[in-house]
Antibody, heavy 119, light 107 residues
């Protein structure tokens, strides 16, 4: 059974960089036509797609966040990562990593991790 | 594309039928997925392609609709079905977009 787990700091200061890693177990990040995605849900708001990456390194970003995003993959560790630069309180959210099918829906998810931006 | 779910909260008794609505601001064909999220658990894919149940999903869950109007129906609610449900369109991207969610609670 495929499992995904988010890890990283839970508290980030304003204007610093938010960094999260998703570790995939129970399957290879290079298998199949799957993408690997990041999503987030701010408190009291809906879920939003941040971006996705293929194991080759091709990335697809939400245009509203693109200028501050970097998503990368480390196939040797079966991990993919998210960096969001210059964070503000508006970046406070529960962040999820997920496997995305070639069609575009998300079939496996992590539990999510709450990241708070505060000084 | 803006996805709008209604109602925000739905109160239903166990054993009864629940119908959750998801509307797209423009046509998304049948490129819609439904998910279930419960506290302390990973979100679960229920339906994709508007009406295809994901692997292992009970037959009491069904999806219907195309274009801009979609419905998730749970035919006879079990205790484990009380959760938050949200829809996602994957027809026009970027970005992929989600509804705000419907909380299904015990009446």
């Amino acid at each position: 059974q495929l499992q995904l787990q988010e890890s990283g700091p839970r508290l980030v200061k304003p204007l610093e960089t938010l960094s999260l890693t998703c570790t995939v177990s129970g399957g290879s990040i290079t298998s199949g036509r799957h993408f690997w995605g990041w999503l987030r849900q701010p408190p009291g708001k809906g879920l939003a797609w941040i971006g996705s990456i293929y194991h080759s390194g091709n990335t697809y970003y939400n245009p509203s966040l693109k200028s501050r995003l970097t998503i990368s993959v480390d196939t040797s560790k079966n991990q993919f990562s998210l960096k969001v630069n210059s964070v503000t309180a508006a970046d406070t959210a529960t962040y999820y990593c997920s496997r995305q099918t070639g069609d575009g829906y998300f079939d496996y998810w992590g539990l999510g991790t709450l990241v708070t931006v505060s000084s | 594309i803006v996805m709008t779910q209604s109602p925000a909260t739905l109160s239903v008794s166990p054993g009864e039928r629940a119908s959750l609505s998801c509307r797209a601001s423009q046509s998304i064909s049948s490129n819609l997925a439904w998910y279930q999220r419960k506290p302390g658990q990973t979100p679960k894919l229920l339906i994709y392609g508007a009406s295809t149940r994901a692997s292992g999903i009970p037959a009491r869950f069904s999806g219907s609709g195309s274009g801009t109007q979609f419905t998730l129906t749970i035919s006879s609610l079990q205790s484990e079905d009380f959760a938050v449900y949200f829809c996602q369109q994957y027809n026009n991207w970027p970005p992929y977009t989600f509804g705000q969610g419907t909380k299904l609670e015990i009446k």
